[in-house]
């Protein structure tokens, strides 16, 4: 029951038995970025699965199966267990965020990506978005969104972002406010904090719940063509 990862367009197979680190400094070699933990993850077999591990201090990782709803924060020391085929992790270090993907065998969790109303008609919960919120969120994750394989992408600054959308930095933040409380009442975490909680904690964040959820997709990207219509 090998398990394999992707990243960067190189493929990776851990056995049972052995145990496979990611990080600065590990297995797989994510970056030489000083803002990665030497070692961050770790991959191991045990009790008859594989499990996944945050073994840094300070950072946490998303992990999303492949419909994207079901989604999990790994903060430093949790644990979970690989119970999908197919998984997507995403984290950020500094102005940088990084995903590979996990495959196995076993399947151990199924999840239908659409839920069928009591009429049937089929649905789905999605976050409901101004579109100029969607902008937002397409512009902070334009680098990762573009990205074809797992890999990384660079998150642009405040300033930046706000170039690019033709706003001011003053309504580009304010429109991060209410996309940052509107998602924090939903029950996002890791998008406020309380005081001393840097800004660009909280942009990568945001990258990555709306990447990792399937909140934003690469077909978005064509609304940084559209003016402000929020």
């Given amino acids: ?6 990243f960067c367009g190189e493929w990776y197979e851990v056995d049972p038995g052995e145990q496979f680190s990611v990080g600065r400094e ?32 300070l950072l946490s990782a998303t992990i999303t199966d492949p419909s994207g709803q079901v989604q999990s924060w790994l ?12 998984l997507q992790v995403m984290f950020s270090a500094g102005s940088t965020t990084y995903d590979f993907a996990i495959h ?15 009429d049937g008609n089929t649905t789905r919960d999605d976050v409901h978005l101004t579109t ?8 902070l994750a334009e680098d990762v969104l573009r990205n074809a394989v797992p ?14 959308l033709g706003w001011s930095l003053t309504t580009f933040n304010r429109k991060l406010d209410n996309v940052c409380e509107k998602l924090d009442k939903l029950g996002v975490t890791g998008l406020r904090g309380g005081r001393g909680r ?16 399937r909140l934003v997709t690469a077909e978005d990207l064509v609304l940084l063509e559209q003016t402000d219509a929020g």
């Fill in 1 to 6: 029951m090998p398990l394999q990862i992707e």
């Fill in 26 to 57: 590990a297995d797989l070699v994510i970056d030489e970025n000083p803002y990665l933990h030497r070692k961050f993850l770790v991959l191991q077999f045990e009790f008859g699965m594989w499990w996944i591990s945050n073994v840094g201090s």
């Fill in 75 to 86: 903060a430093p020391g949790a644990k979970l267990p690989v119970v999908f085929q197919d």
């Fill in 104 to 118: 196995t065998q076993t399947d151990y969790f199924n999840m239908s990506q659409v839920s069928t109303s009591p």
């Fill in 132 to 139: 100029s919120q969607r902008q937002l969120i397409v512009a």
């Fill in 151 to 164: 890999g990384r992408g660079e998150i642009p600054s405040s300033t930046a972002t706000a170039k690019r």
């Fill in 198 to 213: 840097l800004a660009t904690n909280r942009r990568s964040r945001l990258v990555e719940y709306a990447v990792a959820t």
